[in-house]
């Protein structure tokens, strides 16, 4: 019902930025709330930030600061800016996605986020 395909990850050097993109379809996509996650290799899945409908923000410690989730909601995407990338934050980043009143769990592929010089 719901489709995520993320995009925006790749090699990028410590101290820069990226913006990570979520693109939805199948859905209102203004009805939908997003999230951004997170994994690292052997560590389980962890939400990072969030936007709802009416465009409440959260935040996990590790992006308070350095990161801006939004949402155009003409375009059906989500973004994630990330700034200040180090090595730390190498890992798969996931969009999840929710509709309003329904619990279900939409998750896409992830994409990739290495961050080496």
């Known amino acids: 019902q719901v489709q995520l395909v993320e995009s925006g990850g790749g090699l990028v050097q410590p101290g820069k930025s990226l913006t990570l993109s979520c693109d939805a379809s199948?859905?209102?996509?203004?009805?939908?709330?997003v999230a951004w996650y997170r994994q690292f290799p052997g560590k389980e899945r962890s939400i990072i930030a969030s936007i709802t409908t009416t465009t409440k923000l959260y935040y996990d410690n590790s992006m308070k600061g350095r990161s801006i989730i939004s949402r155009d909601n003409a375009k059906n995407t989500v973004y994630l800016r990330i700034d200040n990338l180090q090595p730390e934050d190498t890992a798969v980043y996931y969009c999840?996605?929710?509709?309003?009143?329904?619990?279900?769990?939409?998750w896409g592929k992830g994409t990739l986020v290495t961050v080496s010089s």
């Open positions: 999840n996605a929710q509709i309003l009143g329904n619990g279900t769990n939409y």
């Open positions: 199948g859905s209102d996509f203004s009805a939908l709330f």
